[in-house]
């Protein structure tokens, strides 16, 4: 597996060091200049992890709030900052934000980083695997659902469901493939409703989906018979 590390740095020379450092350890980098830049990139794809340096071009905390919107979007992406400001009030309001790390430039050399990060990947996976153990996972290509907390991810992406689509889209995905009729997803989601209520509950999913990801056709409908999930 390849990793991908969202780098925003405004200088461009250590923007360079830092992705050319990055890239030789193997992690696709994709590096941006400004809180917008990055932003606008996060709203469509979510970084396994990111770097952040505070200040932002005229931005003091530019990073600081790019911090406070990758943790509105994933709770776990692993978060660091790499920054010149090294009082303990930015490194305690970093934390704060949701930061996994918090390093500063002029004591983190360029072997140093990509240490760090890889130990950062190891805690990711071990933490990924005791979770996979104890919650009901369910995961095929883009798509990850946790059971036991009720949440969906497409694409590395948050999706919000309500509790009865939630159970229809489980029941899809669960058995990926196989045809589910209405009664079947009625059942699943414990809702006694016409085939025309399931319909628009699967025209729901597919929007919320679609929200995330325009060329999303995981739901197929198979005419006279039900749906099925087919990545």
């Known amino acids: 597996m390849t990793y991908r590390i969202a780098l ?11 992705a050319q450092a990055l890239h030789r350890e193997g992690y696709e980098v994709n590096s941006y200049s400004s809180r917008k830049e990055a932003m606008a990139a996060f709203g469509r794809f979510l970084p396994d992890l990111a770097i952040l340096d505070i200040m932002l071009g005229e931005e003091m905390e530019g990073g600081f709030d790019l911090c406070q919107y990758l943790r509105s979007l994933s709770p776990v992406i692993p978060i660091i900052f790499l920054t010149a400001r090294n009082s303990d ?10 930061a996994w790390d918090y390093l500063t430039k002029d004591t ?23 979770s996979n153990i104890n919650n009901r ?8 659902i946790d059971e036991d907390r009720k949440e969906v991810h497409w694409q590395g992406q948050p999706v919000s469901f309500t509790l009865t689509e939630f159970w229809i889209l489980l029941c899809l995905a669960r058995r990926p493939g196989h045809v589910k009729n209405h009664d079947q997803l009625m059942e699943a989601a414990s809702i006694i409703v016409t085939n025309n209520a399931i319909a628009a509950h699967i025209r729901r999913i597919r929007d919320k989906f679609r929200e995330v990801d325009s060329n999303f056709n995981a739901i197929r409908s198979e005419y006279g018979m039900g749906y099925r999930w087919q990545p």
């Open 108 to 130: 983190t050399t360029l072997d140093f980083l990509p240490a760090r990060i890889s130990a950062l990947f190891r805690t990711v996976e071990a933490l990924r695997s005791s």
């Open 89 to 98: 009030v930015d490194r305690v309001s970093g934390l704060r934000l949701g």
């Open 137 to 144: 996972i369910i995961e095929h290509e883009d798509l990850r």
């Open 8 to 18: 925003v740095e405004d200088d461009p020379r250590l923007q360079a060091n830092y």
